[in-house]
Nanobody, 115 residues
Framework: QVQLVESGGGLVQAGGSLRLSCAAS????????MGWYRQAPGKQRELVAE???????NYADSVKGRFTISRDNAKNSVTLQMNSLKPEDTAVYYC?????????WGQGTQVTVSS
């Protein structure tokens, strides 16, 4: 099985930036999707951004123009650059990987944006 480890979360003021990284424990060949989801206390988990092994991306409307997702297939990693952060972005962010119908999740990293 694949283990995903997130890093880069923290506390930042509104308007600031953070960069999240996710590293996979094993190399997986073939088509796959990696992405970031987030969940605020008492709310449903939602998709933030995702990227295929071919480089196609998809963003939630709420983060378009502010967040950028990228990946390094050689390193089995994915990065989320978050700019112009808002208090509404406060949540636990989870790394996700899906391949051949199997979905793996990281443990999550806390992002807190103060007013």
């Amino acid at each position: 099985q694949v283990q995903l480890v997130e890093s880069g979360g923290g506390l930042v003021q509104a308007g600031g930036s953070l960069r999240l990284s996710c590293a996979a424990s094993r190399s997986i060949l073939g088509f796959n999707i990696m992405g970031w989801y987030r969940q605020a206390p008492g709310k449903q988990r939602e998709l933030v951004a995702e990227i295929t092994s071919g480089g196609s991306t998809n963003y939630a409307d709420s983060v378009k123009g502010r967040f950028t997702i990228s990946r390094d297939n050689a390193k089995n990693s994915v990065t989320l650059q978050m700019n112009s952060l808002k208090p509404e972005d406060t949540a636990v962010y989870y790394c996700m990987r899906r391949q051949m119908g199997v979905t793996s999740w990281g443990q999550g990293t806390q992002v807190t944006v103060s007013s």
